[in-house]
């Protein structure tokens, strides 16, 4: 399992996560692990994007506002997946997207 690490210039990379990974808490409030062994994207097999809403039809979501996932999905090949509470999903896009947002390939939900 990999874990996010935010960068300069909003830029993402992803550290492995073990039971000796020290975690510190950024100017966001998130938990980062401080150093560790960096993993490229062609070595991730799944990822999990976190967002606020997500529309069913398109795969487009809204994030933090921050485009780290954006930026970092740019080039990433393999799938991409959201976890979302039923209240985040819509069956249409009900915002607007730019030109840099990516969606992802498959939205999780569950029902309340």
Not at 55 to 77: M, V
Not at 81 to 109: C, G, K, M, Y
Request: contains cysteine; charged residues 20%.
């Amino acid at each position: 399992m990999v874990i996010p690490k935010t960068g300069p210039q909003r830029q993402m990379e992803f550290v492995v996560l073990s039971s000796q990974t020290g975690l510190q808490r950024t100017k966001f409030g998130v938990l980062e692990p401080v150093g560790g062994t960096v993993v490229s994207k062609s070595q991730i097999d799944l990822m999990v994007v976190p967002g606020i809403a997500f529309c069913l039809a398109t795969g487009q979501r809204i994030g933090y506002g921050g485009g780290y996932f954006d930026r970092y999905l740019r080039d990433y090949r393999q799938n991409t997946i959201a976890l979302a509470r039923p209240f985040q999903v819509f069956p249409t896009q009900e915002w607007r997207s730019n030109r840099f947002d990516i969606p992802v390939h498959q939205i999780f939900t569950s029902e309340e």
